[in-house]
């Protein structure tokens, strides 16, 4: 799970169901007139309440949250994760709305109604952090300002030293990579004193070497998640490069940039727009 991934939605949807938990613990009812010793049933106490705001909200902002920092999140009868839990947040906040409207249920309609309880704190503030839950949710692949990373990338050190070794580690420009061929390490392309890329068997260049004489291998960062396809071009991605990691371009293809992912998967990224270069 790659926690950079998140957005600053998921952010505002994380604050939301935060919200939405200690509302969970506040009075449900609201009663004129009884003593201030008299214990009201708080929303965990409500079926209802329970089941289709609470519960509905707090599932739903974990499916958005989980769906963007699973570099694969996995697809239930053929939809992804965000939606159900988009639609969770949207139920939860439909249902909230209408607990607002009717806190006793039937009941204010037998008898004499004259002193039903109306909503308490706990299902006001559930509305209040349903509402925004559910808005962030369905706004965030549709704002711009929503989509940028909560954490930002870490800048890219400053250039070794001639002859000085980087720190171990893969993700960010200056550092040692391991070699898919031998286990050796792989250093950044162009920095002194440091090796290219590696070659093997009659001087043929590894997978991470270009094609091109004119292209120069570099780190990137997505501001951003996006898509990362395959080169024989087909439509379904092999995986999505998340905002804060250091990727490695390796090509110019023509169908888009060719990077090399941390564990040494090679794709097309068709849309470079807005990445910062290391």
Excluded: C, H
């Amino acid at each position: 799970m790659n926690i950079r991934s998140l957005t600053r939605g998921d952010g505002v949807v994380i604050g939301a169901a935060v919200l939405l938990f200690i509302a969970s613990f506040l009075d449900n009812y609201s009663i004129d007139g009884i003593p201030d010793s008299y214990d009201l049933p708080n929303l965990w106490g409500s079926g209802p309440v329970l089941f289709s705001v609470v519960l509905a909200g707090l599932i739903g902002a974990a499916l958005v949250v989980v769906s963007r920092a699973l570099p694969q999140p996995p697809k239930v009868a053929g939809l992804e994760l965000r939606q159900f839990g988009v639609a969770f947040t949207v139920f939860a906040a439909w249902s909230a709305l209408g607990n607002i409207f009717d806190p006793s249920g039937g009941y204010d309609n037998v008898g004499d109604s004259s002193n039903s309880p109306d909503a308490g704190a706990g299902l006001i503030l559930a509305l209040v952090a349903t509402l925004l839950l559910a808005a962030v949710a369905v706004a965030t692949p549709l704002v711009p300002a929503l989509q940028a990373a909560l954490v930002p990338a870490p800048r890219p050190q400053a250039p070794q030293p001639y002859g000085a070794q980087p720190p171990a580690g893969y993700g960010y420009p200056g550092a040692q990579q391991p070699s898919a061929f031998g286990g050796q390490p792989q250093g950044q392309p162009g920095q002194p004193g440091q090796p290219g890329p590696q070659s093997f068997g009659g001087g043929q260049p590894a997978p991470a070497q270009p094609s091109g004489g004119d292209f120069s291998p570099f780190w990137f960062a997505v501001p951003v998640p996006r898509p990362l396809y395959a080169e024989d071009g087909a439509p379904t991605p092999i995986a999505e490069l998340a905002p804060g990691t250091w990727y490695l371009a390796v090509e110019q293809g023509a169908q888009g940039l060719v990077a090399q992912t941390q564990d040494g998967r090679r794709g097309v990224l068709r849309d470079s727009s807005g990445i910062q270069r290391g």
